[in-house]
C-alpha cells in the first residue's frame, strides 16, 4: 500500500469513528483516544513523507551535476588522450598504451557517442 493511499485510509477511519462516536460510546467504546493516536501517528509519516521526497528532489539534482560534471571530465579526458597520443604517434608502443587506456574507459560504459556519461546509468560507478 502506498504511503498516500494509507493516510486516506486512515483519515477515512478517523472520519468514521467522529461521526458515530454516539455509536461507539454506547458499545463502551471511547474513541477520542484512537483518533488522537492514529492522527499523532499519520503526523509523523506525513512529515517523514515530506522529508523523503525533498531527499529524493535533492538526489536527482544532485545526479544531473554529477553526469554534467562526468560528461565535462570525459571530454577534457578525451581531448588530452588525443593530444597525447598524437604527440608521440598512434603506432608507437607509448601511443599504444594510450589507445589501450581509451579503449578500457570505453570498455567500462564511456564513449563519446554518450555525451560522455555512462551509458545505461546515470552515474559513473567506475574508480
Given amino acids: 500500500m502506498k504511503t498516500s493511499e494509507l493516510l486516506g485510509t486512515v483519515d477515512e477511519f478517523t472520519t468514521l469513528l467522529q461521526s458515530n462516536t454516539a455509536a461507539f460510546t454506547a458499545a463502551g467504546l471511547t474513541v477520542g483516544p484512537i483518533i ?9 509519516v506525513v512529515t517523514q513523507n515530506d522529508e523523503q521526497e ?16 562526468a560528461g565535462k571530465l570525459y571530454d577534457t579526458f578525451s581531448s588530452r588522450i588525443d593530444a597525447t597520443m598524437g604527440a608521440v604517434g ?4 607509448l601511443g599504444k598504451q594510450i589507445a589501450r ?13 554518450n555525451g560522455g556519461s555512462p ?3 546515470s552515474s559513473p560507478s567506475n574508480s
Fill in 90 to 93: 598512434k603506432k608507437t608502443t
Fill in 119 to 121: 551509458s545505461g546509468s
Fill in 54 to 69: 525533498t531527499f529524493r528532489r535533492q538526489c536527482r539534482d544532485k545526479t544531473e551535476q554529477l553526469v554534467a560534471s
Fill in 36 to 44: 488522537t493516536d492514529l492522527n499523532d501517528k499519520k503526523d509523523v
Fill in 101 to 113: 587506456i581509451r579503449a578500457g574507459l570505453r570498455r567500462n560504459g564511456f564513449s563519446n557517442g
